[in-house]
């Protein structure tokens, strides 16, 4: 798939937000572009200006400076009627998911394309075509309090898909999703992209998100784009120091073992050749320090000792421990 032609320009974009009391800028000179077919993520903390942009992408903020080009087009340049023509080619989803409570699926489905014009059975026949492709086939006429957070929001990717759009744009889309949920999500959001050709913009503020899913990333601070590359490329090297936070979040809380408090465990076949210590440290959320290790692969089982330094306050070390101990592992204390 080319890449060439930006679908989305923004150029010496800023939204300022007065009040009687004060003056915000939400952003600051933004210059970006978002290739067709691509998946594009932009990742910031809370405040940083990132949903203020992507609602400026499609005109819900008018930008207070600067220009937002659409498939070629200066959105500010356009009146309403074309303007409202424009922003069907865009589908929104949002965190909250934003369901009509009194409709079924199916007809929350129906009520852009009824809106933009369409018939009833057109626009019946095209909701039931997206139902299929998220997966909820036999949830037409089901009211979105039966659904789950995950299948309300496979709805609302159906309902953001009825007027066949050039870009979906993804605001905080999972973060109201449990882990399995949100890959299933963003599984379905690659496979639109993969299928339909359709241009992905994903807001987020968590990196596992831009990880799994996107091509290019820029990284939003304090109101201004303070990074753009490919996303292996800001894995591998971030440069500005928001990007450091957001690939490195604990470099700033690095512990020190003041003591010298050890433990010894022994693998003796009945453990699978597993990535445990990053395991332990992902669930109980506590850091050690490899002092040794002697650990063979045989058949896919472990054999060896491993001896690690653990935290000197004891109910961490105990957390530790008892990890490990869970997991059918002989583990002692060693001086």
Excluded: W
Excluded at 58 to 72: A, H, I, M, Q, Y
Excluded at 196 to 217: A, K, P, W, Y
Excluded at 303 to 318: E, F, K, M
Aim: contains cysteine.
């Amino acid at each position: 798939m080319q890449r060439n032609e930006p679908i989305i320009k923004l150029d010496h974009l800023s939204k300022t937000f007065k009040s009687k009391d004060s003056v915000v800028n939400a952003l600051d000179n933004i210059n970006l572009e978002i290739q067709k077919g691509e998946i594009f993520g932009i990742i910031g903390m809370s405040g940083a200006g990132k949903s203020t942009l992507v609602r400026c992408i499609n005109l819900l903020e008018k930008p207070t400076e600067g220009s937002v080009l659409f498939d070629g087009q200066d959105l500010l340049k356009l009146n309403q009627k074309a303007l409202r023509k424009s922003r069907q080619a865009m589908g929104m989803i949002f965190q909250q998911f934003n369901l009509l409570m009194q409709r079924t699926a199916l007809k929350n489905i129906c009520f852009p394309s009824e809106l933009s014009g369409l018939s009833k059975e057109k626009a019946q026949t095209r909701a039931l075509e997206l139902l299929e492709i998220v997966g909820l086939s036999d949830k037409a006429n089901v009211y979105p309090s039966q659904l789950s957070g995950g299948q309300k929001q496979r709805v609302a990717i159906a309902r953001a898909l009825a007027t066949n759009p050039k870009v979906l744009l993804c605001d905080e889309a999972t973060s109201a999703l449990d882990p399995a949920t949100t890959h299933s999500i963003l599984s379905l959001i690659k496979k639109l992209n993969e299928q339909l050709g359709i241009t992905i913009v994903i807001i987020t503020h968590e990196m596992s998100v831009i990880q799994e899913i996107c091509q290019r990333v820029a990284i939003i601070d304090a109101s201004q784009i303070v990074e753009i590359g490919t996303v292996k490329e800001i894995f591998s090297s971030p440069k500005s120091s928001a990007g450091k936070k957001f690939i490195y979040p604990s470099s700033s809380k690095t512990q020190h073992f003041e003591k010298n408090r050890c433990i010894r465990i022994v693998f003796d076949g009945d453990f699978t050749y597993e990535p445990i210590i990053a395991n332990m440290i992902l669930d109980c959320r506590e850091i050690v320090n490899i002092l040794f290790a002697d650990i063979k692969n045989i058949d896919n089982k472990a054999y060896g000792h491993l001896v690690l330094q653990i935290p000197d306050d004891n109910i961490a070390a105990d957390k530790i421990i008892t990890y490990f101990k869970m997991k059918n592992l002989s583990v002692e204390e060693v001086i």
